[in-house]
């Protein structure tokens, strides 16, 4: 597993439908070493902080492995950081890694959190207003971490797997439950056995099971 680039990026207004939006999806790569505090990585920004950053989200995670896909579907060449993401990681895809987790990178200590969940912004950096529901069909969302450790990390250096979770359930599988067969109760349930999962979407999950919704 491989911490391959590390992005940061500040939020910027850029005119999207002949509005402003003010966004901070423009990430670019960065050189050296980075502090990652527990709420984001130092010199980043986030525009909307309801949605974006925080304990829970401190890092946002892309994987490498879907850029060949979004450039054929985008018919562009993509830079790291092209979908926003704090880390573009190499072996770490949704199926393969799971909500409590827990990596070393640097001196940082990290673990997944939850899934991201796509907003218009991606169609806002890649004018194509249909980008997030891509995203959801096609399970290609990466995911956030929360930091257990704050330390520096850096592009171009290993990620250190130290702990699976033991209920071993993927972001994939939470992805699965949050967008395709949400009335599968019993996974469900499991699902809500994880602590590690990040309220917000725990309290979500919870409203399916006593039938009030989302």
């Known amino acids: 597993m491989q911490l391959l680039s590390l992005n940061l990026g500040k939020p910027a207004v850029v ?21 990652l505090s527990s ?5 980043d920004g986030q525009a909307d902080k309801v949605n974006h950053g925080g304990e829970d989200k401190a890092v946002c995670v892309y994987c490498v492995e879907h850029y060949p896909y979004w450039r054929k579907e985008l018919n562009a060449e993509l830079p790291y950081g092209a979908f926003g993401e704090n880390f573009t ?7 393969d890694v799971h909500i409590g987790d827990i990596f070393e990178t640097g001196g940082a200590l990290v673990q997944i959190s939850l899934p991201r969940r796509p907003c218009f912004k ?3 950096r890649h004018n194509r207003p249909d980008m997030p529901l891509l995203f959801q069909n096609t399970g290609y969302t990466g995911y956030y ?10 592009g171009g250096t290993p ?4 702990d699976r979770h033991p209920k071993a359930i993927s972001v ?9 067969d949400k009335d599968d109760l019993e996974a469900i349930k499991a699902l809500l ?3 590690e999962l990040a309220e917000g979407w725990r309290e979500s999950f919870r409203k399916r099971l006593d039938g009030s919704g989302e």
């Open 89 to 95: 990681v190499a072996g770490m895809v949704e199926t």
């Open 193 to 195: 056995e994880v602590k």
């Open 145 to 154: 971490l929360r930091v257990l450790k704050e330390g520096a990390v850096t």
């Open 15 to 35: 005119q999207y439908n002949g509005k402003p939006v003010e966004t901070g999806i423009y990430k670019r790569p960065v050189e050296g070493a980075i502090t």
């Open 159 to 162: 990620i250190r797997l130290v």
């Open 172 to 180: 994939a599988e939470v992805n699965r439950l949050k967008y395709h």
């Open 122 to 124: 991606l169609g806002v």
């Open 39 to 43: 709420v984001q990585l130092e010199g």
